[in-house]
């Protein structure tokens, strides 16, 4: 390796790739690419310069059948030792008179592709080295693929989806589509376009026609069968509408050439699918994409609201469960008109719904490019069907929807680390949990507000003139309210004070009744004697448990702290925390 460098995608400036000059000694080969998915050893230092390796899978591309714009894309290596200083007086092989030099020198390549890469450079240490053993064709020479002659390359130039990229012009694939939408026409009624995902051994990519495309290929893809796909663009992904494993997405054009493959390759599995039980979704990251079974425990009525923008929507909430745990799966528009309400009991999977947070907690959306699936013929599927029967049914189970953590893995914060604490807290995310032993020192007034009565709505309610009131979530009008805590309370310790959020749980558990019980509305004497009751609290030591997140206003980033867990202070675990922080502390100064 006598040189290394990283270079940015004009087409992309997240997707960044690495490029090697390397060199035997008496030849050096200027464009070397590492693939996208190699990256993430890049920072571990394994490769350097001066490294010499061995290449073990690569791909060659002869740019317009010329030798003297070759390049390779390796997909591993390996790393034999470390030198410090460059071997011999390579010549660059593009310019050197290839038939003088002898056979071995270059090794046969494994097929063609064509990279296109541009972007600034900068001096980093590369690695690549990796498991993967990803299938490689044969070598071919440089050919325009037409109908006549893609019968000759079905055998013998078959790429994997796990290697296609941008960069290629030239390949084919044997895929199975594992899922079709239906056409749908664009946002303002014109034109029209349909999507699919095809899977081979090797991953999944997304695939989309558009007009033309939509009227030729929609209807020959049926899903379930085997097709030869080629000559279609490869482009990256947008992951805002794309919930595959894939940085890229196809799309079909008028060159897309689509054939039937009469035989079922059993090696193509029907869908690749990777589940995680309800219980690991609390480490899932926010607005990530899983695949999950559940049984249907419960199915809310169809809610109709109006979003931030003012745009109409359509939901329905459904509570699943498995073996671990519960969650609440939002679904929204025309699935949420369209799901059954005799699926009670019945179980479903969902691949590639997203991981929301809500109120400390989890909660599953299903966005228009989840697939939704009743009565799943899956092993896994049909256990979860057999456990519920047997047992899972008289079982009480984690409501992963309220907040659900392992509180001994939680740093413990005096306020005066908390504030420090939230400025490492990135704006995305969930943000950071810590625990804090504090006292009440004050209440701000109005800590309830009259909510919509839907079981399955919070939301603040809008007075009429009338007398009514008004949900501007669920457009609904109401006579009658409930009432719902939502406090703002001072905490404070010997090192400093923040104010908190605190909502319907913590807050009744803190104060110590409900907030229906509090009397607003009333006479103001009431509410003066209620509110005296609700900072009677003041002065008491609790244990909390706080979110800290960083939020974007006007802007400006601002801390929210949230409390989503009260207790009392256990004497014998706070004996025990200042005893491991004397041992701590007695360790530092002996050192």
Same mark, same amino acid.
């Given at each position: 390796v006598n040189e290394s460098s990283m270079v940015t995608s004009s087409q992309n400036k997240k997707i960044q790739r690495y490029r090697l000059i390397l060199s035997d000694g008496k030849y050096f080969l200027p464009s070397c690419v590492l693939t996208v998915q190699l990256n993430e050893l890049v920072l571990n230092g394994q490769l350097q310069e001066y490294s010499i390796i061995r290449l073990d899978r690569y791909l060659r591309s002869d740019l317009k059948g010329q030798t003297a714009k070759m390049i390779l894309q390796i997909l591993q290596l390996t790393v034999l030792d470390i030198t410090t200083h460059k071997i011999g007086n390579p010549v660059s092989?593009?310019?050197?008179?290839?038939?003088?030099? =002898?056979?071995?020198?270059?090794?046969?390549?494994?097929?063609?592709?064509?990279?296109?890469?541009?972007?600034?450079?900068?001096?980093?240490?590369?690695?690549?080295?990796?498991?993967?053993?990803p299938v490689l064709p044969p070598l071919q020479s440089t050919i325009t693929i037409t109908k006549m002659d893609i019968d000759s390359i079905k055998t013998n130039r078959l790429f994997k989806i796990e290697t296609l990229n941008p960069f290629q012009n030239r390949w084919t694939i044997q895929v199975r589509v594992a899922y079709k939408k239906p056409v749908r026409a664009f946002s303002n009624g014109e034109g029209r376009l349909f999507s699919c995902d095809?899977?081979?051994e090797t991953g999944e990519i997304r695939a989309t026609g558009f007009g033309d495309e939509c009227d030729r290929f929609e209807p020959m893809l049926i899903v379930g069968n085997i097709y030869y796909i080629t000559q279609a663009q490869i482009k990256y992904a947008n992951k805002q509408f794309n919930t595959l494993n894939n940085d890229f997405e196809m799309t079909f054009n008028n060159e897309t050439i689509i054939e039937t493959c009469i035989d079922n390759i059993s090696s193509i599995p029907i869908q690749h699918l990777?589940?995680?039980?309800? =219980?690991?979704?609390?480490?899932?990251?926010?607005?990530?994409?899983i695949d999950?079974?559940?049984?249907?425990?419960?199915?809310?009525?169809?809610?109709?609201?109006?979003?931030k923008q003012n745009k109409d929507y359509t939901k329905r909430d459904i509570l699943i469960l498995d073996q671990t745990g519960q969650i609440i799966v939002t679904l929204w528009y025309q699935m949420a008109e369209n799901f059954p309400m005799s699926c009670i009991r019945t179980k479903i999977m969902l691949k590639g719904v997203c991981v929301n947070d809500f109120n400390g907690g989890r909660t599953l959306s299903v966005l228009g490019s989840t697939q939704l699936t009743i009565d799943p013929d899956l092993p896994l599927a049909h256990d979860l069907r057999r456990w519920y029967l047997e047992e899972g049914m008289n079982i009480e189970m984690t409501d992963l929807t309220a907040q659900s953590t392992n509180q001994e893995t939680i740093p413990w914060k005096t306020f005066a680390q908390v504030t420090e604490y939230g400025t490492n807290v990135s704006s995305t995310g969930t943000g950071e949990l810590c625990r804090v032993k504090g006292v009440c020192v004050h209440v701000r007034h109005d800590p309830v507000y009259k909510a919509c009565t839907r079981i399955d709505c919070k939301k603040k309610l809008q007075e009429n003139n009338d007398g009514t009131y008004y949900c501007s979530k669920c457009d609904l009008h109401y006579e009658d309210y409930k009432?719902? !805590?939502?406090?703002?309370?001072?905490?404070?310790?010997?090192?400093? !004070?923040?104010?908190?959020?605190?909502?319907?749980k913590e807050s009744e558990i803190l104060f110590g009744f409900p907030a229906e019980q509090f009397p607003i509305g009333k006479?103001?004497?009431?509410?003066?004697?209620? !509110?005296?009751?609700?900072?009677?609290?003041?002065?008491e030591e609790k244990l909390f448990l706080i979110r800290v997140k960083s939020t974007r206003y006007n802007n400006h980033d601002r801390l929210q702290f949230t409390c989503v867990g009260v207790e009392s202070v256990d004497a014998h675990l706070m004996c025990r925390l200042y005893l491991e922080d004397i041992g701590r502390m007695c360790r530092l100064s002996s050192n």
């Open positions: 092989l593009l310019t050197a008179d290839l038939n003088e030099k =002898d056979s071995s020198t270059i090794t046969t390549t494994k097929d063609v592709l064509q990279p296109k890469v541009t972007g600034s450079v900068l001096k980093r240490p590369i690695v690549a080295i990796t498991n993967e053993q095809l899977i081979d990777h589940f995680i039980s309800i =219980d690991q979704i609390q480490n899932m990251e926010n607005n990530s994409f999950v079974i559940g049984i249907v425990m419960n199915i809310n009525d169809i809610v109709h609201g109006k979003s009432l719902l !805590y939502m406090a703002s309370i001072l905490l404070s310790d010997s090192t400093g !004070y923040q104010w908190v959020n605190f909502f319907e006479s103001k004497d009431d509410e003066d004697k209620a !509110y005296q009751k609700l900072i009677s609290i003041c002065g």
